[in-house]
Each structure stands twice: as structure tokens, then as C-alpha cells.
């Protein structure tokens, strides 16, 4: 299985109310990222065969956006293991009930992603010494996108994409490769 960990593309600042936080929409920059970054799954020729989302707004529109720049056209799924208050053992049970599937596309939210991309990944979500040995720090801004290969249980890192090497992918990718001349 292809495992595609996606935070949430930007949607502003937090909002105090968690009542309000919870149907927080993306901001014009989110929006713009998904794009770009389903214009760079697209050159990659990359395709999903599932996309599960958090019950959030900001959440299922990145997935929306992203699913449908790249071709997805089943229904999101929406599940409460890839929100905010959700834990590892309910994160596993969404792998296991998805294990038929080859590429599946999954947004969420940090500090949970990032915990459970460690854990899966078998290092901690900080650099803190652990029987002497520094764990390696994982790092997923709004719009990363991670890439898990899990086999028979080993999950093995393939690729991150941080949103800044996407908007120089997507920059370097829109422009002409011909010179531009003028005609007189």
C-alpha cells in the first residue's frame, strides 16, 4: 500500500471557539496550494485509489480540491481517526480497513499526523534522545505531503514534499520552455 499523508492546506488562524475552529474554511492560499500541488501529482502521474478525510471543513476541502484536480471521482470518505482528537490505535484501524486499496490519500491535521507518520515510521515526532539515540524530526507544514510505502506491516518513508518545493515544482513547470520572441 501507498500511503499519501497530507496536512491540511493554509486556513488561516486558529480560531478561539473550537466550535467555530472546527467549520474554519481554507484561505485563499490553501486553495492555491491544493491546486498546485494536484498540478504536481498530475506530472508525477500519481492517482488515488481512496482519499479519507477529517470530519473538518479545512480538511475535506483540501481533500476535494486535491482529489478532484487529480481525476479522483468516488465519494471522500470522512473519518474520525484523522481528526484532531484522534489516536494512534483508531489511525491503525482506518490503515487496516483500507489495506485492499493500493494509493490512498489521507488529510489531516498536527500534531496527530506528524505523531502518527513517527510512530508508523517507527521514530518519535521530536529530536529528543531516546536510550542515547536522536530520533530524526518529522516536519509536515499545511500542505505537506508525504509518501509511506507499508508493506506487510513496514512502513518505509518514499518522498515529503514541503508546500515550497511544490510552488517551485509548479513555478518551474507552468513556464515555457521556448524562448519568447516578438514578431514585427
Known amino acids: ?19 467555530l475552529d472546527i467549520k474554519r474554511p481554507l484561505d485563499k492560499d490553501g486553495k492555491a496550494q491544493c491546486l498546485q500541488l494536484a498540478h504536481v501529482l498530475n506530472a508525477l502521474k500519481l492517482s488515488f485509489d481512496l482519499v479519507v478525510s477529517s470530519p473538518l471543513k479545512r ?5 476535494q480540491l486535491v482529489a478532484t484536480e487529480t481525476g479522483y471521482e ?3 470518505l470522512i473519518s474520525p481517526a484523522l481528526a484532531p482528537a484522534a489516536t494512534f490505535a483508531q489511525f491503525q484501524r482506518l490503515l487496516r480497513e483500507c489495506s485492499p486499496y493500493e494509493n ?3 488529510v489531516g491535521h498536527n500534531p496527530n499526523l506528524t505523531q502518527f507518520l513517527g510512530q508508523l515510521l517507527g521514530v518519535g515526532a521530536t ?13 509536515l507544514r499545511k500542505g505537506s505531503l508525504a509518501r509511506v510505502s ?4 513496514t ?23 521556448r524562448s519568447k520572441t516578438s514578431r514585427k
Do not use: E
Not at 529530536?127 to 530524526?136: E, I, L, S, Y
Not at 507499508?150 to 506491516?153: N, Y
Open 150 to 153: 507499508l508493506q506487510r506491516g
Open 74 to 76: 468516488q465519494k471522500i
Open 59 to 63: 480538511s475535506q476541502q483540501t481533500a
Open 104 to 106: 490512498i490519500l489521507i
Open 127 to 139: 529530536d529528543v534522545p531516546v536510550a542515547g539515540v536522536t530520533t530524526p524530526r518529522i516536519r
Open 155 to 177: 512502513a518505509v518513508l518514499q518522498s515529503l514534499l514541503d508546500p515550497r518545493v511544490v510552488r517551485a515544482l509548479y513555478t518551474t513547470s507552468i513556464k515555457s520552455s
Open 1 to 19: 500500500m501507498n500511503l499519501f499523508i497530507l496536512r491540511h492546506a493554509s486556513a488561516g488562524l486558529r480560531r478561539a471557539n473550537p466550535l
